[in-house]
């Protein structure tokens, strides 16, 4: 195993090279796709050395390079504790109450481990792939290790003129990516090696989620966009789907709808648990997964409202409508499922809560409350089928229900974002950083179809991905557990220790 993770990293420091094509002036305040960074917000040039007296009188003084903003600052890094506690220990928790005791600590091990390594791959290079300028999937390798950034690094926001330090937007979208591929392992949990998911995570880190990250989230920052020649420029040098226009605030795309596939695909290759639709499978505490969830919905007021890189309104608009589309979705995924089962479950509110934390992701920014209450209630609706009738016609032994949750709802919210970001519709529409206001003539049939664009883009690309991986993986180290451990349980067989003692 060491030598195959140190053949991976060596390979994967090998050229990943650049280019560009065209252009998408995107949202400041109301509405641009969020947690992107500049290369680095360069400071405007310094005037040349005057020749003369008289011609140093005549040059007009530079203006001063931005300094971040205390304030944004210190959101922004709450905002990434906010991240990391979503994940250690809320994700964890949440994930580790629906499955059985059996396997409890391996579930929590998973999560916990899967931070740790991406967040160091992210260091090392998953910073500079995802966000320096290279081409339209794939940045360069110009800030491995982080080269290059120091306390004085700044990175563009979404205002003009307006900085944050660049270590503290590394640190918030390193968590992102550490969660992202922790979702992953609650469709195949119960029965994989912990060897393979960790190879799996870091191929598939490398390969769909560094890209995917690029193409909807980079770009060059909103101090480029002075002219229509300028923004053109500009434009190019931006992701694939940021070019096309494409919505995403915090993640529907990037995080939900990537590392659900991935898990969709992982499920049907690793196989059903042995056992499947025979033995009960019930959760052996939902003390845990209810405790779980509240971590994650107080976590992802960090993931949505930090988006926004500053402390202002548009965080602001992103706090209430991750506060608002949850709790709509916890209530109609309950009321759903007690009209048709004949009983409310802490099971269903707990699951319809994050179905509206996954749908108002890539929303959250950009559309009104009306918008958000809309998005929470169908969330909980639909995901509840997504978990139900969708699961059984997919036929797969999905064991946590990643797709029919952070697929389903990212899919969900990622369309509805193109409809209720119109300023009909309480929406902030797309703000024209060249005329400096909100561009008129707000499209939504076209914006849908920017929308559906990027979702069947993520679908596509990251479902080929973990395909490609899961088969490596299972060349190398093997997918599955051999069943007499499986039944006997990870935790013992996998860890050698136990969740819990008799």
Known sequence: MNRIFASLLMALAIGISGGAASAWAADDKPAAPAAVVAPAAAAPAAAAPAAAPEAAAATPAAAPAPVPNKGDNAWLMVATAFVILMSIPGLALFYGGLVRSKNMLSV???????????????AIYGYSVAFTEGNAFFGSLDKLFLKGITPDS???????GVVVSEFIFVAFQGAFAAITCGLIVGAFAERIKFSAVLLFMVLWFSFSYLPMTHMVWYWAGPDAYTTAEAAEKAGATAGYLFQKGALDFAGGTVVHINAAIAGLIGAYMVGKRVGYG?????????????????LLWFGWFGFNAGSALEANGTAGLAFVNTWLATATAATSWMVAEWLIKGKPSMLGAASG????????TPAAGFVGVIGALVIGLAAGVICLWGVNGLKKLLGADDSLDVFGVHGVGGILGAILTGVFAAPSLGGTGIYDYVANKVADNYDIMGQVMIQATGVGVTLVWSGVV???????VDIFVGLRVPEDEEREGLDITSHGESAYHN
Do not use: E, N
């Not at 929590?108 to 992210?122: C, D, K, T």
């Not at 033995?279 to 997964?289: G, Q, R, V």
């Open 353 to 360: 809560a994050v179905a509206g934390l996954v749908a108002i």
């Open 466 to 472: 973990a395909f490609i991986c899961y088969k490596i």
């Open 278 to 294: 025979k033995d009960s499978m019930a959760p052996h505490s939902l003390t845990f997964t209810m405790i779980g969830a509240s």
């Open 154 to 160: 700044v990175g563009a926001t979404f205002s003009k």
């Open 108 to 122: 929590l091990m998973q999560v916990f481990v899967v931070f740790s390594v991406i967040s160091v791959l992210w």
